[in-house]
């Protein structure tokens, strides 16, 4: 456990920050802004375009939801609560600042993954760094390493963590067993699994939107009943961003370099951008051009990061002078921070954030699921992805049962082992980004020009 946890610390807080930072700022430079400018047309293709009859396994809407699958969950719940504990409100100003970056992140990695994907031997999309890191780098080496630790990743973070948190929800709110927990979510999860990208889409395209929903009208029943408590909360941001404060009474940070840190590490967890996992669900889309998805990716960190999380930090903010922040005189924090918000105004409010807990957990292991599959089938071929669908099931099992705090800092260490060579392709690749990137908004120029002309009619 030490050694593990000494190796996130050098990973995340004394390099991998820093470094994706580094490459998300360089992507926003050589794009041009892309991200501000196109912002709303992105929002607007995500929920409106539909490239059916384009090449690809499931719909442009059913790419963002299964991203989101695997992106809205813990860390926008538990996760914020986190980072405004650890570093006050002013966190969750960093956060806003690294998903604008973050957007440009995700843009390029959506365009790469959707222009270097292929098809294997069941007429099946296969995309992601592994293959863009192929065949654009030609760096095949490279390639597996990303595709092991993928694996990895898979069955900690996006797996074993998943489950022991909704084993211990349904346990302390509805005092269910751990075992019915774990029979129960291996039966539902095996049921979407089976059925592959296809059957992923369709449960994604409906799970997501309703519990995102549910979580975030929760929310601003909350803000509107404390709404004389918006405004200062939103100044207390803007002033803890620059300034810091002496945290005290349950708060465990200090200063602005903690809120720089906090907001940065959760801000980046929450989205995902640059780890190289969404865009293995980018490259199934069907889509006539890479920018076309690539835009609806980016699309996705907006949503996770200035919808959802917003929503939770706001409520921490309206409600923080009712005693949310400790019972029984014990410090509260993470997911039992935010359900005690929601309840101090809201009656049930518990429950909301407890079944949000549980839906955006169980989305997140079928998002992962399928990261994963992809991972395993780049490294051992086709023949074996039964083989690996029955071992990820059994740990979502064995996850529901056993005690995974030592598989925080692994998922953390491999999530940063797969950083690393996606971040190494985006920059090596940007020329080709930035090719892509050209020819989309040429083409959607041309289009615009055609809707305006009288002869198109």
């Known amino acids: 456990m030490n050694i593990l946890t000494y190796l996130d610390k050098i990973l995340w807080q004394n390099f991998l920050i820093y470094f994706l930072l580094f490459v998300g700022i360089f992507l926003t430079v050589r794009l041009k802004g892309m991200q501000f400018r196109y912002l709303p047309y992105a929002l607007r293709l995500a929920f409106s375009r539909h490239d059916n009859q384009a090449q690809g396994d499931i719909s442009q809407f059913q790419s963002l939801m299964t991203a989101l699958a695997a992106t809205i969950g813990i860390g926008s719940i538990a996760g914020m609560a986190t980072a405004v504990v650890g570093g006050g409100f002013g966190a969750i100003f960093w956060m806003w600042v690294v998903a604008f970056i973050g957007m440009a992140t995700k843009y390029a990695e959506a365009i790469l993954a959707v222009k270097y994907r292929s098809l294997d031997k069941r007429e099946q999309m296969c995309g992601g760094p592994m293959y863009y890191i192929e065949k654009g780098l030609r760096w095949k080496w490279l390639a597996i390493f990303f595709s092991l630790f993928g694996v990895f990743a898979t069955f900690g973070g996006g797996n074993l963590i998943q489950s022991q948190s909704i084993s211990d929800a349904m346990q302390d709110l509805f005092h269910f067993p751990s075992l019915g927990t774990g029979i129960l979510l291996t039966l539902l999860s095996g049921c979407v699994i089976i059925g592959g990208i296809k059957s992923l889409g369709k449960i994604n395209a409906f799970l997501v939107p309703i519990m995102a929903l549910f979580y975030v009208l929760g929310g601003l029943v909350i ?124 009656p049930g409010g518990n429950f909301i954030v407890a079944t949000g807990l549980v839906l955006f957990g169980f989305s997140t292991i079928l998002g992962w699921s399928y990261y994963g599959e992809k991972c395993f089938e780049y490294l051992f071929g086709e023949r074996y992805i039964f083989f690996y669908r029955m071992v990820f099931l059994s740990f979502v099992f064995l996850g529901s049962l056993l005690t995974v705090d030592v598989v925080w800092p692994f998922a953390d260490i491999m999530n940063g082992l797969m950083a690393l060579p996606n971040l190494l392709a985006l920059l090596f690749l940007s020329g080709v980004v930035s090719t892509e990137n050209k020819m989309f908004f040429a083409l959607v120029k041309r289009e615009k020009r055609r809707e305006k002309s009288p002869l198109s009619s």
Not at 260 to 267: K, N, S, V, W
Not at 274 to 285: D, F, N, T
Not at 328 to 338: D, F, K, Q, S, T
């Open 223 to 346: 803000l509107f009943m404390r709404c004389d408590h918006i405004i200062p909360t939103f100044s207390l941001i803007f002033k803890e961003a620059f300034t810091g404060r002496a945290m005290a009474g349950g708060f465990l940070g200090s200063g602005m370099m903690m809120a720089l840190q906090m907001g940065i590490a959760r801000g980046i967890s929450s989205n995902e951008a640059g780890l190289g996992s969404s865009p293995i669900a980018a490259a199934a889309a069907k889509t006539d051009v890479p920018g076309r998805q690539a835009l609806i990716s980016m699309s996705g960190v907006f949503l996770s990061s200035f919808i959802v999380c917003t929503i939770t930090v706001l409520v921490l903010g309206v409600t923080s002078g009712n005693g949310t922040w400790e019972r029984n005189g014990i410090a509260l924090n993470g997911a039992p921070l935010v359900m005690h918000a929601f309840q101090s105004v809201l």
